[in-house]
């Protein structure tokens, strides 16, 4: 992905998306849903320098405990508006959102190759600051877009369970995202 012009760019809700999946497994996996959630509360902040020796950075931050339930698949029946707040609240104690309401992260390496560009950094999650890959692509419409996996035992989070244990939550979260550049 060819650099941008040299400045700043705020982003947010308001030019972009981020979405998380879950998946269900286990023996009561027919009785769970496939879920996509939404970050409704995030921002961030893009850096392109002047000097082409100065790095690319980014950094985003994301209210845990603003994710909202927008759709969930498979199940026995579909999710009522009472399901989707109860599935809000069971979030926080896996992810300590009363400690740790913030999720962040921050760059430390950005890769441009034509239309996609690989950025890693730092992802802090649940007080707990591990390294993740997000991989980026450019649409010709200038959309950015890209995909990372957030293996939730890796930042000390034990993946929902109910059903004593029939029904989990698959170990990895897939993240998506979507950003409308200027110009």
Known sequence: MSSPPPGDLDIGPSNGRLRLRTFRQGL???AGHDLVLEASEWHGHVHVPADAGDALSVEVEV?????EVI???GGVKPLSDG??????KAMG????????????FSSFDVQLDDDSATVAGDLTLAGESHPLQLELRRAPDGTVSGTTQVVQST???KPYTGFFGALK??????VEF???LPG
């Open 63 to 67: 209210d845990l405990r603003r994710l």
């Open 28 to 30: 009561a996996a027919k």
């Open 155 to 157: 930042w000390g989070i």
């Open 178 to 180: 979507e950003l409308r």
């Open 83 to 88: 399901d989707k707040a109860d599935i809000r």
């Open 71 to 73: 759709e969930g698949t």
């Open 93 to 104: 104690k896996p992810l300590r959102t009363d400690t740790y309401p913030l999720a962040t």
């Open 169 to 174: 939550l698959r170990d990895a979260v897939d």
